[in-house]
Structures are given as C-alpha cells and as structure tokens.
Nanobody
Framework: QLQLVESGGGLVQPGGSLRLNCTAS????????VGWFRQAPGKERKGVAC????????YSPDSMKGRFTISRDNAKNTVYLQMNNLEADDTAVYYC?????????????????WGQGTQVTVSS
C-alpha cells in the first residue's frame, strides 16, 4: 500500500520554527516529485513548496520564499519542510503529496498521492 505520512506539526509562537516531515511507505519517494500544500479553514488548498524527482530543483511561491524551505533525504525516504519566522496566517493543515511527473509543479492537480495532513497552529 502506497502511503504518505506527515509529522512535525504542532503549536508554535509567532516568530518560531517548525520542521514538517513527509515519509513514504510502500514506495520509493525518490522516484516522485513532492509538494507541500496547506489549507486553512474556509480557504482553498494552496501550494507552499515543491521539489523535483530528478535533480532536486525546488520552487516556492514568492510569498513563501525566504521562510519555507523544502528538502529531501532519499536515504530516509522523507521530504522535509522547514518553516521559519512563522506568522499567525501560516496556521493551517499542511499536506504533502507525490507525483511521478518529471516536471516540477506547485499545482495540486498534478499530484495523485496525498498524506492525511498535520496541523500547524501559530499563536501566542
């Protein structure tokens, strides 16, 4: 069974940091491009960052650059999302997703394997 499991979410104060983990089971995550997405209550799911399956190319929307960094450790079958200087507006459920597409994409429709999500709450 192909499965993605997110972990690392929680409650953090504004200005704090979290590292989210996306671990695959049942398949080799290195063969997939991976994206991180988030969805706040009442809002659409939005892409946060993605990393290619070929050369490690990454992409983040301009609003995320400088604070969010995606990386992967193929030996651990895991992709990470390092989030720094967190703000209240970053509060959401964060999902990772995987696709066999060779071209990097931040669009949710490009991904067909999804994790169950992990809650991130930024509050004092």
């Amino acid at each position: 069974q192909l499965q993605l499991v997110e972990s690392g979410g929680g409650l953090v104060q504004p200005g704090g940091s979290l590292r989210l983990n996306c671990t695959a089971s049942g398949f080799t995550l290195a063969d997939y491009a991976v994206g991180w997405f988030r969805q706040a209550p009442g809002k659409e799911r939005k892409g946060v960052a993605c990393i290619s399956r070929t050369d490690g190319t990454t992409y983040s929307p301009d609003s995320m650059k400088g604070r969010f960094t995606i990386s992967r450790d193929n030996a651990k079958n895991t992709v990470y999302l390092q989030m720094n200087n967190l703000e209240a507006d970053d509060t959401a459920v964060y999902y990772c997703a995987a696709t066999r597409w060779a071209q990097i994409s931040i669009a949710a429709r490009a991904y067909d394997l999804w994790g169950q999500g992990t809650q991130v709450t930024v509050s004092s």
